[in-house]
């Protein structure tokens, strides 16, 4: 038995419609018995070539990623606050430069 792997008349990649045959049972059309790779977006086959590649856009693939999640309230406010200490630390600094009694 072996697996066959679909494809449309403009040669993409049909999933789910993969089929077993014998292993001497004729091909049939739109098929091949070349799996396409794992982590494609858009698979199409070249039958001149007997691959598959990625026909989708840069923008396509960039289209399907998960926007970043937002930072949380907690973290804002941890950035805050740290930016906020560190602008005290630096005033405290020059007060101290300017009275004279710290190093700069």
């Known amino acids: 038995m072996k697996w066959l792997y679909k494809y449309d008349k403009k040669y993409n990649y049909i999933p789910g419609e993969e089929i077993q045959v014998d292993d001497n049972a004729e091909l049939p059309d739109f098929y ?18 007997g691959t598959w590649f990625e026909s989708a856009t840069k923008e396509y693939i960039e289209s399907l990623q998960p926007p970043e999640p937002e930072a949380s309230e907690i973290e804002l406010l941890k950035k805050q606050n740290a930016l906020l200490s560190y602008q005290l630390a630096r005033l405290q600094k020059e007060v101290a430069s300017l009275r004279g009694d710290g190093s700069s």
Request: net charge neutral; glycine share 12%.
């Open 32 to 49: 091949c018995e070349i799996k396409p790779p794992d982590g494609m977006y858009l698979a199409k086959f070249d039958p001149g070539k």
